[in-house]
């Protein structure tokens, strides 16, 4: 998630700049057909022009406002996950005891089985948030040049899903999640499971145990909620009317824009002889504006369709989960030292 006021003209400028290329090749090559080759004759009136103007802004703004959907759909879900696991984190510590156990417990066993509880949950947000930055065949963005030239990248892409859960988990339970296809399904299994033995020890009374089986369920559904988002993506039949609509539009706009440019400068020619000459080539930097324009619009569409993708516009889900860890660890009783810091920021990226 990009969280600097605006980004910076010079930024969008190199975001951008292969498409501007185009377009100015583009339009040259128009400019120069009509000036030297004399095609007064090719014009598009403007009235056919004006539709399909019309119908491709509407077509990239219902691209844009139905992504916009789908990354605020995807904050509010991982809002819900933060608002899950700090009531999952207060439960454990407050229902496990030994009121309704037959024999006594110590309460270092019990303080042990809240902290097996509560890092386990913290390596199925590990195990998630791996799985939201897996890549998938449709999510290119990351992958173009003007992307990949930042230099940045999220923090799932530097280090191996093993080594991360090595230390929330027994070496038995890191075995068992790693067997399975999706290993965040696996830890909410193995919670369940483990919830399930605490109560029959009587250290979870019935009630309590309902209560976190409650949200056992509540997190497999934000889960589900999730990997919709990541494995459902935009539709590609929207998605390829846009691209094409769009370039209908600008490969035809230089026939409607020249005629109008030489009629204008036609219009003086005859008190400004030169100027009216020339003024067909004013065409390109208007042109290239108008392209420029509806062609931005339509790749910051393409850029947050797939909100976990891992670039500068997705929901930060590694500084969501990295944050929820730290308040399950810091109400655990641990110091500062022994708790991983906040991730960072790149060039003004939070991941």
Request: proline share 5%; glycine share 6%; net charge negative.
């Amino acid at each position: 998630m990009y969280i600097g006021r605006v980004y910076r003209v010079i930024d969008m400028v190199k975001w951008t700049r292969f498409e501007t290329f185009w377009f100015i090749f583009i339009i040259i090559i128009w400019v120069c057909a009509y000036y030297f080759l004399d095609l007064h004759w090719l014009r598009i009136p403007w009235t056919p022009m004006a539709l399909i103007g019309t119908a491709v802004a509407f077509v990239i703004g219902f691209q844009n406002n139905a992504v916009y959907g789908r990354i605020w759909e995807a904050r509010k879900i991982w809002g819900g996950i933060v608002n899950t696991s700090r009531t999952f984190g207060v439960f454990v510590q407050d229902m496990l005891s030994d009121e309704h156990t037959e024999e006594s417990v110590s309460e270092e066993i019990i303080a042990e089985e809240v902290k097996v509880l509560t890092y386990r949950h913290i390596a199925w947000m590990t195990a998630l948030r791996y799985a939201m930055r897996s890549k998938k065949l449709w999510e290119t963005t990351s992958s173009h040049k003007t992307n990949t030239e930042w230099g940045i990248r999220p923090p799932e892409k530097d280090s191996p899903l093993e080594e991360e859960l090595k230390p929330y988990l027994s070496k038995s339970d890191l075995e068992h999640v790693l067997s399975k296809d999706n290993h965040q399904t696996a830890l909410l299994y193995l919670q369940s499971h483990h919830i399930r033995k605490l109560k029959d020890k009587g250290i979870i009374w019935e009630f309590s145990f309902l209560e976190l089986e409650g949200l056992i369920k509540e997190l497999f559904t934000l889960q589900g909620q999730t990997e919709r988002i990541k494995n459902f993506p935009y539709p590609r039949q929207y998605a390829s009317l846009n691209h094409y609509f769009m370039w209908l539009l600008l490969l035809l706009l230089p026939m409607a824009l020249i005629p109008q440019f030489m009629d204008i400068g036609k219009g003086f020619a005859d008190n400004y002889p030169i100027l009216g000459q020339i003024f067909i080539w004013f065409t390109v930097p208007i042109y290239s504006a108008v392209a420029w324009m509806f062609h931005t619009m339509e790749r910051i569409g393409r850029t947050g369709e797939n909100p976990f993708e891992g670039t500068s516009n997705d929901v930060p889900i590694s500084t969501i989960a990295r944050g929820i860890e730290i308040d399950l660890r810091q109400n655990l009783g641990e110091v500062k030292d022994e708790i991983p810091p906040q991730f960072g920021t790149d060039l003004n990226v939070q991941w």
